[in-house]
């Protein structure tokens, strides 16, 4: 069953960005209509997807699925992009993308797990370690909030969110468990300090009201957001077999709730990818209805589905239909967004602070999983690869550079114990 739902998303995330229906690629979505309208030929697209994804399918989505043993959502979706882009039009281009993208999906669950294995027979083995990568993120992801916050207010509202976020987390550590009659109720304190913060920001993001008449676009492309209206079936199976996938454990949405699922906190893993959709609902929904591209996975809602709903079954059915749900009321959603445009604004920077929150709380996971490893070796590996990153113009996005460089201390260590340069710790 888990090859069966991984190859249908490859297959399925191929043939839609094929069909230039939907794709995964935030930064692919506004190129594509220049293929569908014919201003760009089919070798430009694919040489286009395949320099914006490649390097994030090898520095950012292996790392990430390797340190916790599931696989985050932009090691398939990304291949995809690039599946679907070099596969040729009309009718050979959507079996050849499906085939192509199907066997990716499963090349990538059997990769995953063969790399797994043939760590356990290295001299040093290092994945136990590898599991200290995602510690810091478990306790730090409810800050970003505060942070997105002080992005969008400044720091003294973003200070003042993170104290409120903070008394609400130790509020949860002394009352919890909550006993209600003879039900005892488990509070977690991240997940109450991420609803306190989530709260905050809403409210400061809802009392910025615009003034100015907002511009419609859903009458200037109502062709584009039609386009995407007709694709709704095909879509609607995707969320369904995103959601039931994510309800196995078998894939994640970010880095964070990846972390958080590896821990068996699913309830906080699902309220992190709730509110990473909140984050994503302006920029899919504004670049959707201007460019007629979907997103695969929408505005990444599936992700919080599967993981509060623990049935893959139930949690298919639910996908589905708020996949569907998002696009029937694109035009709602963008003419909300824009009565709102504090909300509208809180979404770039709700990205933002889990995009930095993620960068330090990774380097500091890596250090810690590379000194536990090889300690004294390990820290001077990444904080000297860290650096050389930035020197060298940040050819690793910054936040996979921890993750990568663990794995990489991984492997040095176990050729020093070959050739007797090291002995592993006790």
Not at 160 to 168: D, G
Request: a positive charge; hydrophobic letters at 55%.
């Amino acid at each position: 069953m888990n090859y069966l739902i991984i190859a249908l998303i490859g297959a399925l995330g191929a043939i839609m960005a094929n069909k230039g229906i939907a794709v995964f690629n935030d930064g692919l979505r506004p190129i594509m209509p220049e293929h569908i309208e014919g201003r760009m030929t089919r070798k430009e697209l694919a040489a286009t997807s395949f320099a914006m994804s490649f390097g994030l399918v090898i520095g950012f989505g292996i790392p990430f699925s390797l340190t916790a043993s599931i696989i985050l959502i932009h090691c398939i979706l990304l291949g995809t992009d690039i599946i679907g882009t070099f596969s040729p039009d009309g009718k050979k281009g959507l079996v050849v993308s499906g085939i192509v993208g199907a066997l990716y999906g499963v090349g990538i669950l059997v990769g995953l797990e063969g790399i797994v294995k043939a760590f356990a027979l290295l001299p040093v083995n290092f994945m136990g370690s590898l599991g200290e990568v995602g510690k810091p993120i478990v306790i730090a992801f409810a800050a970003f909030p505060a942070l997105a916050t002080g992005y969008q207010y400044g720091a003294k509202k973003g200070l003042v969110n993170l104290f409120f976020s903070m008394i609400a987390r130790q509020i949860a550590i002394i009352v919890s468990p909550l006993k209600v009659g003879t039900v005892s109720i488990n509070i977690n304190p991240e997940g109450a300090a991420l609803i306190v913060g989530m709260a905050i920001l809403l409210f400061f993001a809802m009392r910025e009201k615009s003034d100015e008449e907002a511009i419609d676009l859903v009458s200037i492309f109502s062709e584009r957001v039609k386009r995407i209206k007709r694709n709704i079936p095909l879509l609607m199976v995707m969320g369904g077999l995103v959601a039931a996938a994510t309800s196995m454990n078998l894939m994640a949405g970010d880095p964070i709730s990846l972390n958080l699922m590896k821990e068996g906190q699913y309830l906080d893993a699902g309220f992190a990818a709730l509110a990473r959709g909140i984050g994503f609902i302006p920029l899919v929904a504004s670049t959707a209805i201007a460019t007629g591209v979907y997103a695969p996975v929408g505005m990444t809602f599936v992700f919080a589905i599967g993981l509060f709903v623990r049935n893959p079954i139930l949690a298919a059915i639910l996908g589905a239909a708020a996949i569907g749900i998002e696009v029937l009321f694109l035009g709602g959603i963008a003419g909300f967004l824009d009565k709102f445009p504090g909300l509208r604004k809180s979404g770039d920077n709700i990205r933002s602070a889990m995009s930095k929150l993620l960068e330090v709380a990774l380097l500091v996971g890596g250090m810690n999983a590379a000194n536990a490893i090889a300690p004294g070796i390990g820290y001077f590996i990444v904080i000297g690869l860290y650096i050389l990153n930035d020197i060298a113009g940040k050819p690793v996005v910054r936040m996979a550079v921890g993750p990568i460089a663990a794995i990489l201390v991984g492997v040095i260590v176990n050729i020093l114990a070959v050739v007797g340069l090291f002995t592993p710790p006790v």
